[in-house]
């Protein structure tokens, strides 16, 4: 069973915060708790509420389940973020489908970059999706969900399975844009085809 999903929206250089104490607190609101470390951060709530509430419903329209409460956590600085997700710089927030929980870097580096629904949207969305899927069609579906388009081009003619390979471990964060520019095409085509979204 594949545990995570990552987000592969990129951000464009390595983050070196420095290393302090963290005081977390929890949020609630019915069907999430949110826990931020950061006073920048916590300005951001309202509308990180306000987003997950409408991705819920828009789940729900596309015929998916999502968990009944999803665990929502804003670290401080990227090495909080790496020592939870074990993620590298380049990737912005991960999605743990056993935990119902979602782990993101800085909601001012989000923000700074217009990404903030498009991240929250795009993880929701893996929390909520069909655990057996391929991770081209998860991460594609999720980019539609989410309204983001590739930021890079597609690698041409790759193979189904070496795109798994690539999704599952990249090597660098331009062969992760464009594997995921990649995976948005096979999902498009793939919906296309079936008249419907998710
Ligand atoms: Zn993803």
Known sequence: MKAYWVSLILISWPLAPPVQAQTWQAYQSPGFTVQTASKADARYLARLFQTLERARKDLKEWGLQPPDRVWVVVHPNLESYRKATAQPWFVLAQA??????????????????????AVL????????????????????????????????????????????EILANPPNSQTLARAMAAAYDRARAYWKKRGRAP
């Open 96 to 117: 743990n489908r056993p935990q119902h929980r979602m782990d993101l870097q800085r909601l001012s580096v989000v923000v700074e970059r217009g990404q903030l629904e």
């Open 121 to 164: 949207r795009h993880e929701y969305f893996h929390l909520a999706q069909p655990e057996d899927w391929p991770s081209w069609l998860a991460e594609g579906s999720a980019m539609i969900f989410a309204g983001q388009k590739p930021t890079a081009k597609a690698l041409p003619g790759i193979s189904a399975a070496r795109l798994e």
